[in-house]
């Protein structure tokens, strides 16, 4: 039998994808509230592509070369400069994507999905100085419910941050396609409000 092939998502499909996370939360905050709810997410789903991306590129060349241990290519794949000297963003293991799905979904125990999310928040930024002060803690604030928030962290694991290629036969990476569905997100927020864009807008470190 033939592998199967990854499924991955058209950058529209993604858009729909970010505008039904903001209709789960309508009823429960406002538009400016559930906007730097669902943002967050993004970032966090975004910036742990992005580092995947770039690892599975550092292990590819760390094979490439020879003479590495398998000890030492965990060690250089979890070196935080391989990222940042790059202009990625390091996220700690605890703080990835995958470790926030896991406990939205319930297979794994420990705390709740709001302060697994905060602490993620927390973890990338004391790792990424740039970031300090900047990504949002609300998710164990109380203000949207667990269940809620659960299926709001699974519903955003549908977007795909992984390379693709674009309508003009040109290679998106994470960054790109980061870029395409944020600014998009923005501008419906901007339409359905009746504000403009840059109301919306965040720094573009996001």
Do not use: C
Request: charged share 35%.
């Amino acid at each position: 039998m033939p592998p199967r092939k990854k499924k991955t998502a058209e950058p529209q499909d993604m858009k729909k994808v970010l505008w039904a996370a903001a209709d789960k939360l309508r009823g429960s905050l406002d538009a400016a509230g559930y906007k730097h709810f669902v943002l967050g997410l993004v970032f966090l789903k975004y910036v742990s592509a992005a580092m995947a991306e770039k690892r599975t590129q550092l292990e590819a060349e760390l094979r490439e070369e020879g003479g590495w241990s398998e000890e030492d290519i965990l060690a250089t794949l979890e070196e935080r400069r391989e990222y940042t000297g790059s202009g990625i963003f390091y996220v700690p293991p605890t703080a990835r994507w995958e470790s926030v799905l896991e406990r939205a979904k319930g297979t794994v125990e420990g705390d709740s999905v709001g302060e697994t999310i905060d602490a993620a928040m927390r973890a990338i930024e004391k790792f990424n100085p740039a970031l300090n002060r900047t990504l949002p803690k609300i998710y164990n604030s109380g203000q949207v419910d667990e269940e809620r928030l659960a299926g709001l962290v699974k519903l955003l694991d549908r977007l795909v941050f992984q390379e693709q290629l674009g309508e003009d036969g040109r290679r998106k990476g994470a960054r790109d396609l980061m870029g395409e569905v944020y600014e998009y997100f923005l501008a419906e927020f901007a339409l359905k409000e009746g504000r403009k864009g840059g109301e919306y807008f965040t720094p573009r470190a996001w």
